[in-house]
């Protein structure tokens, strides 16, 4: 999948603005399928209006610039669905908490536990939002199954960070012989 893939997937669902597709992308229920920066959503949106499958419209703002709000064409849901036959490419995961956990025997044991405790909190929110998420998508049977895979994964991990918490805290150094090894 691609960026302009994600922009014909959100815009299949309702009309959005570059903005709004970012944060969707970034932060919202499309943050688990597809990196998107804005220096990837516009000129793929420009691309796509430029081949017919979006039309842009400008709306005016009470004291606000005025936005571009992008919307699907029938060429575009068919162009969409035709990419959904495309092979799918391998799935990334990236995680800079494990680059640190990889390196966990040269810190200090309190930096390890505090990073390890904040890395549980945000799987407990990631669990808790998609929770939220759940209740308001999951009269949609494919919503409902992508919703509960990625609940999965999050309690997996969330699990496993607290099962094996005391076992990466006691890979670090304790923090007289992190100050030794500093100077």
Not at 66 to 83: D, P, W
Not at 112 to 118: G, K, P
Not at 154 to 167: F, L, R, S, Y
Request: some cysteine.
């Amino acid at each position: 999948m691609n960026v302009r893939t994600l922009c014909l997937s959100i815009l299949f669902e309702e009309d959005a603005t570059g903005y709004e597709i970012r944060r969707s992308s970034v932060e919202g229920e499309c943050s688990y399928f597809v990196e998107a920066s804005f220096g990837s959503i516009y000129p793929a949106l420009a691309k796509l209006e430029d081949e017919g499958l979006v039309t842009s419209r400008v709306e005016q703002q009470d004291g606000k610039p005025a936005k571009k709000v992008y919307s699907i064409t029938e060429a575009g849901r068919r162009a969409f669905v035709s990419s959904l036959f495309e092979p799918l490419g391998d799935e990334l995961f990236r995680s800079p908490f494990l680059l640190f956990a990889r390196y966990a025997h040269l810190l200090p044991a309190e930096l390890v536990e505090a990073r390890i405790n904040d890395q549980i909190e945000k799987r407990r929110e990631a669990v808790s939002k998609l929770e939220k998420l759940q209740d308001e998508r999951g009269d949609h049977a494919s919503d409902a199954w992508v919703i509960r895979y990625g609940l999965a994964c999050m309690v997996a991990a969330k699990e496993h960070m607290e099962n094996h918490k005391d076992e990466l805290v006691g890979l670090a150094r304790r923090e007289a012989a992190a100050k030794d090894a500093a100077e």
